[in-house]
């Protein structure tokens, strides 16, 4: 068993961490929404007002901030006004992304309605791809104007008399690709355009959110960052307050059949994240020297293609204690980071890629990164501090990659983050090693604290994940050990994440 020594110095802030750092996403795709979300009012399934109250119930738990929606590729083919109005009289329309017939049933109010329930903050994704600069200001007047105008009256006569304070909003998706082919001169043409009729029209200030590369592509994000400085005017020098990568770290094997080096791989390839924080936000502050805009990463996430269905259960995928770790790895990054990263959202909440919930007809169950959500809650908000790992890398070889070649790296064994709220200290340890346990001995630095809680996401077998017969196979343990916190030893199992909660 390796022995590692991690320091915690709560003196040295890095910054709060964001709450939104802990954000999900959610697009017309598969049965994420119809089905994950939306049953109808006449569904045997119980809900409230359409929407299935257990995944509301599950959600809630977990204190998601932000939801983005409707996509994704959908987004940029969306035209909102089909999603409004009774809902019997909505046009029937094709999804030409994700191959399948959209009823429009949930539609704005359906979302926000949502997000209420669970508690989150909308995020709205509009249409640059398809649509004009009309539709989508049309769009914020629509949710957020008091009243007195023809939009706003529609929406007061379609149910909401309080504006939707629809703060947080994308100028397109993946501009680069399914948002409009653009290269980042012509999206930065475009961006500039729509985004000079998006007016906040309610008490808050917008949060615009302009789409970033695909991974670390330090080209696009240079080109689309050179060419909004030069034509902006400079009080605009940067005119949005986020700036969106979208990284899927793929997979390794299939969503639960993997061997060692696979686990390995795949955990590895998630530790990419790392650099795209560290140089995209390099390349971001280089133009934003004051540091007023934020890093997103609104998608990201496993993407396990062999295991994904075929219509209508498009990009459904199980989940183990692999993704749990990814997910443990990559919330880790974005806490390190708290001084930049402002959002991230996980693709996405129900039934598609590496969501927190999956459903079967009337059943429910969470999944191991849903545990790991749970789990990194108490991180929101809080005041990010320095967290030191000293131990030892694992090297690992993968005889078995996807593109038929071996492959190989090393990885860290224990990986960490902290953060400190209300008089807590909160520890997250991950042991990536697949087979052994590791004893980490804990330092505090300039502070005295108790262990009060730990809870642990390990399991027997590293494959491990729930299934509808047996939904809390993968589950966190909770402890009680009272134990002072420097100096002490906490050996973490193979293959797990490990919270700790400090009294201070
Ligand atoms: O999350 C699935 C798809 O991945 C999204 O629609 C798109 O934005 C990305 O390429």
Redesign the pocket.
């Known amino acids: 068993m390796g022995t590692t020594r991690l320091v915690v110095i709560p003196a040295e802030i890095i910054g709060t961490i964001n709450p939104n750092i802990y954000g999900h ?1 959610a ?1 017309h ?1 598969g049965s994420c929404i119809y089905e994950g979300i939306w049953v109808g009012e006449d569904s045997p399934i119980p809900n409230r007002d359409g929407i299935r109250l257990d995944v509301v119930d599950a959600l809630r738990r977990i204190r998601p901030p932000v939801i983005r929606w409707p ?4 987004a940029d083919d969306y035209h909102w006004r089909d999603g409004i109005g009774p809902r019997e009289d909505r046009p029937r329309t094709l999804n030409i ?1 994700w191959d399948s017939i959209e009823s429009n049933q949930f539609g704005t109010h359906e979302f926000v309605r949502f997000c209420r329930m669970i508690g989150a903050e909308p995020y709205i994704c509009g249409n640059v791809g398809s649509g004009s600069p009309r539709e989508l200001r049309d769009w914020v007047e629509y949710c957020n104007y008091p009243g007195g105008t023809a939009l706003s009256d529609e929406r007061i006569a379609n149910g909401d008399r309080q504006p939707l304070d629809v703060r947080y909003w994308g100028v397109g ?2 501009s680069w ?2 948002g409009g082919a653009f290269t980042p001169e012509e999206y930065a043409a475009a961006y500039r355009r729509f985004a000079t009729y998006l007016r906040p029209l309610q008490r808050d200030p917008l949060t615009l959110i302009a789409c970033g590369p695909l991974a670390n592509d330090r080209d696009y994000s240079r080109r689309f960052l050179e060419q909004i400085v030069g034509t902006c005017p400079p009080q605009h020098r940067l005119p949005f307050q986020g700036y969106a990568a ?1 990284y ?1 770290c793929g997979t390794a094997g299939t969503a639960t059949e993997y061997t060692h080096g696979q686990w390995y791989h795949l955990l590895a390839k998630s530790q990419e994240m790392e650099p795209l924080v560290v140089e995209q936000r390099a390349i971001l502050d280089s133009y934003d020297p004051q540091r007023k805009v934020g890093l997103i990463v609104d ?1 990201w996430g496993t993407w396990h293609p062999v295991e994904a269905g075929t219509n209508p259960r498009h ?1 459904f995928q199980q989940n183990t204690q692999r993704d749990a770790l990814v997910a443990a790895l990559t919330l880790d990054i974005f806490n390190r980071h708290a001084d930049k990263v402002i959002m991230a959202n996980i ?2 909440t129900i039934n ?2 590496q969501s927190m919930v999956l459903t079967d007809g009337a059943r429910m169950l969470t999944t191991p990164t849903y545990h790991v959500y749970a789990m990194y809650a108490a991180h929101q908000g809080g005041q990010a501090v320095r967290a030191l790992v000293e131990g030892e890398t694992i090297d690992w070889v993968d005889q078995d990659g996807d593109d038929g070649a071996a492959h190989k790296g090393s990885l860290p064994q224990v990986a960490s983050s902290a953060s400190i709220r209300d008089g807590n200290l909160t520890v997250s340890l991950v042991n990536t090693h697949a087979a052994e346990p590791v004893e980490v001995s804990l330092a505090l630095y300039g502070a005295d604290g108790t262990i009060a809680t730990r809870t642990t996401l390990a399991s027997d077998d590293i494959h491990a994940h729930n299934t509808f017969d047996e939904p809390t196979r993968v589950a966190p343990r909770v402890e009680h050990p009272d134990l002072a916190a420097d100096g002490a030893t906490v050996t973490l199992p193979p293959a797990s994440v490990t919270t700790l909660t400090i009294a201070l």
Request: one cysteine or more.
């Open positions: 996403f697009e795709l996509g994704g590729c959908f992304w998706n993946e690709g399914c979208h899927y998608e990009l693709a996405q598609v890629l």
